[in-house]
């Protein structure tokens, strides 16, 4: 296959094809998925992702869209030794093409991070209403790829919530756009809202039109010690409904604690017992006296939120370290929860090490398994099938990717999965985008080559 068409679209510094330059593109952030491309390719904006597009559709080339790699099932790498597909890395289209100050909303690139938006929004009194622990290499672009979540959805929402538009490539090449920001624009579909959680499957996102919040300059962060996850649960309950202002519900079991001081030497912020429970209240002065109240009957110490969610933000850094974790990224209802997880500690065998922690003010745990072979699918069903047990999602904010395709029918119909076949197959016949994503690859039709 001749890749100099690549080269002379995007310069040959960004068409990476030894096998040293293509590693970090090909393996994802838990180590337990990765695979082989022909090559890692880099355009600078939405033109070259057209004309790469274009190559890639004539030559029957897999494409898969990669931000900042820091997906957690296996969605933005290849898979399996049989390079088959590009990687399309959307790093390098990193502009801020303005922040509108007037309207509140903010016009990146795909590969700007959501650090990097952070920042720019400093001292012009608006912020972006999603948080993730991943700010410094998260990129917006596959944010909204994956309708990622973090910690303030309870309050912001999802990034199908804070997105106003965008512009994208389609698997014809063609470039589609809709960046008006109009709050109102009943125009016909919403199809930025339908790439919104696609993951790469329907198109490629080159820019997005991001809804901002009012900045809350003034944050309060307080850990409270819970007896149980039903305590915590309880007590996560109290303060929704009690306390104006509360932006963050965190929850970290006494495991997740432990690992994170022996690991990373983070200083547990209460005894690392029960489960540790994170508030945030964001707003302007000082937080309401409902919040004192609402933990006075429970263990808690008070500082600034950097410093007591370092325990929360550090997990999956801090569980990586112990081996290769299966994570488990689900919703379950808020009132199951305490009984999900016991069914889930009853199930894990002993000998495997088990961190549970997550965002207990909209009901997303992340389950983590450490000491398993990677490939060892029985435990993905084992947890999977809890969650459908209990009513929940198999996944909350990282999507399916390749981890989750085999058991997308435990939590959406046949007729929810037909249909989303019958879009993926009027937008991309050929199934060139991320191919084997959300759907595996059916056994009588091959992947493209």
């Known amino acids: 296959m001749n890749l100099d068409d690549l080269r002379t679209v995007v310069g040959p510094a960004n068409v990476l094809v030894d096998d040293d330059l293509r590693a970090g593109f090909e393996v994802d952030w838990t180590r337990r998925f990765s695979g082989r491309s022909f090559a890692v390719v880099r355009p600078a904006d939405v033109e070259e992702v057209a004309r790469l597009m274009e190559w890639c559709a004539r030559e029957r080339v897999g494409v898969i869209p990669q931000g900042g790699n820091?997906?957690?099932?296996?969605?933005?790498?290849?898979?399996?030794?049989?390079?088959?597909?590009?990687?399309?890395?959307?790093?390098?289209?990193?502009?801020?093409?303005?922040?509108?100050?007037?309207?509140?909303?903010?016009?990146?690139?795909?590969?700007?991070?959501?650090?990097?938006?952070?920042?720019?929004?400093?001292?012009?009194?608006?912020?972006?209403?999603?948080?993730?622990?991943?700010?410094?290499?998260a990129t917006l672009g596959g944010m909204v790829a994956t309708n990622a979540g973090g910690t303030r959805v309870m309050r912001d929402g999802t990034m199908?919530?804070?997105?106003?538009?965008?512009?994208?490539?389609?698997?014809?090449?063609?470039?589609?756009?809709?960046m008006s920001g109009l709050v109102k624009d009943n125009t016909g579909y919403d199809w930025p809202g339908l790439l919104c959680g696609s993951e790469g499957t329907l198109g490629v996102i080159t820019r997005c039109l991001l809804r901002l919040v009012p900045a809350r300059p003034d944050r309060v962060a307080v850990a409270v010690q819970?007896?149980?996850?039903?305590?915590?649960?309880?007590?996560?309950?109290?303060?929704?409904?009690?306390?104006?202002?509360?932006?963050?519900?965190?929850?970290?079991?006494?495991?997740?604690?432990?690992?994170?001081?022996?690991?990373?030497?983070?200083?547990?912020?209460?005894?690392?017992?029960?489960?540790?429970?994170?508030?945030?209240?964001?707003?302007?002065?000082?937080?309401?006296?409902?919040?004192?109240?609402?933990?006075?009957?429970?263990?808690?110490?008070?500082?600034?939120?950097?410093?007591?969610?370092?325990?929360?933000?550090?997990?999956?850094?801090?569980?990586?370290?112990?081996?290769?974790?299966?994570?488990?990224?689900?919703?379950?209802?808020?009132?199951k929860i305490a009984d999900f997880?016991?069914?889930?500690?009853?199930?894990?065998?002993?000998?495997?090490?088990?961190?549970?922690?997550?965002?207990?003010?909209?009901?997303?745990?992340?389950?983590?398994?450490?000491?398993?072979?990677?490939?060892?699918?029985?435990?993905d069903a084992r947890i999977l099938s809890a969650v459908a047990r209990a009513n929940g999602s198999i996944s909350a904010e990282h999507g399916i990717g390749r981890a989750k395709a085999p058991w997308l029918h435990l939590t959406r119909s046949s007729a929810d999965i037909a249909l989303m076949r019958r879009i993926k197959a009027a937008l991309d016949p050929d199934n060139l985008l991320n191919p084997g994503v959300l759907f595996p690859i059916d056994p009588g039709r091959s992947a493209p080559t």
Do not use: M, Y
């Open 70 to 137: 820091t997906g957690l099932v296996g969605g933005s790498v290849p898979v399996g030794q049989q390079a088959t597909c590009i990687v399309l890395s959307l790093q390098r289209l990193n502009q801020i093409f303005g922040i509108d100050l007037l309207a509140g909303n903010a016009d990146v690139g795909a590969g700007v991070t959501l650090g990097d938006l952070e920042t720019r929004l400093l001292g012009t009194g608006w912020e972006f209403g999603v948080d993730l622990s991943a700010r410094s290499s």
């Open 341 to 379: 997880v016991h069914e889930v500690e009853s199930s894990i065998d002993s000998r495997l090490e088990l961190f549970v922690f997550g965002h207990l003010g909209d009901g997303n745990l992340h389950v983590n398994v450490v000491g398993a072979q990677p490939d060892d699918d029985a435990i």
């Open 226 to 335: 819970c007896a149980t996850w039903a305590d915590a649960v309880l007590l996560a309950g109290t303060v929704r409904r009690r306390v104006p202002g509360i932006e963050v519900i965190e929850a970290v079991d006494a495991a997740g604690v432990r690992c994170a001081a022996s690991e990373l030497g983070i200083e547990a912020p209460v005894p690392a017992s029960g489960v540790t429970l994170l508030l945030v209240w964001a707003g302007v002065g000082e937080p309401p006296p409902e919040l004192v109240d609402a933990v006075a009957d429970h263990p808690h110490v008070v500082g600034p939120p950097r410093a007591l969610l370092a325990v929360r933000d550090r997990q999956s850094e801090a569980i990586a370290r112990r081996g290769i974790p299966h994570k488990f990224d689900v919703s379950v209802p808020l009132a």
């Open 160 to 178: 199908r919530t804070n997105l106003l538009g965008a512009q994208a490539v389609l698997a014809d090449a063609s470039v589609v756009s809709h």
